[in-house]
């Protein structure tokens, strides 16, 4: 009997386990053999750490948030808190990761919740990614999160991609947010 094949990350080299998406170290994409995995044309690539999130103003009625999509760049997004209506905007030029910071862990998401009660609400500390495709298409994936992630009350199952619309609900844990970009940019 022959030994499964590790997938080794091309980011960080570490051998992951057969059948991984992202590699359990740097959450690096890891390629997969054609056929095994639907593409998402994303390149293998490590997180963001240099970009950051704005707040802005707490946009309250369709119109504004209309107003704020059509103030977006082509590789922002646009989440909105849905219990406070605060707005965070972030740069998904090749992926961004929504969870919550933890002191003195190396890995960091991008997008740190816990202002919002990530912790209260059961986000995990690296709980959805979120990719653009080579094409443009927002796809969004569960990093296998304690308390789970729906899209538009439809759960998903982890590291299974699903392509993301503007006006979008999320749910992570029991955080609800919704997500606006500028579509087919």
């Known amino acids: 009997m022959e030994a499964p094949k590790f997938a080794k990350c091309p980011t960080c080299g570490y051998e992951n386990l057969p ?4 590699c359990v170290r740097c959450y690096s994409l890891i390629e997969q053999p054609a056929g095994e995995f639907p593409p998402t044309d994303v390149p293998p690539t490590g997180l963001l750490g240099n970009q950051a999130s704005l707040q802005l103003p707490n ?26 209506k605060e707005t965070l905007i972030v740069q998904v030029a090749t992926q961004a990761v929504l969870g919550r910071y933890t002191p003195n862990n190396p890995m960091q998401p991008l997008v740190d919740l816990t202002a919002y009660g990530a912790l209260e609400r059961g986000v995990s500390r690296m709980h959805v990614i979120i990719r653009r495709t080579n094409t443009g298409l927002l796809i969004i994936e569960d990093m296998a999160s304690s308390n789970g992630t729906s899209l538009n009350d439809l759960r998903l199952a982890p590291y299974a991609p699903a392509v993301i619309r ?5 749910r992570l844990g029991k955080l609800d947010l919704e997500i606006y970009f500028n579509e087919g940019m």
């Open 19 to 22: 059948g991984t998406l992202l």
């Open 59 to 84: 946009p309250s009625s369709e119109d504004e948030h209309q107003n704020l999509i059509g103030q977006l760049d082509p590789d922002s997004i646009a989440l909105v808190v849905s219990d406070t």
């Open 166 to 170: 503007p006006g979008d609900r999320l």
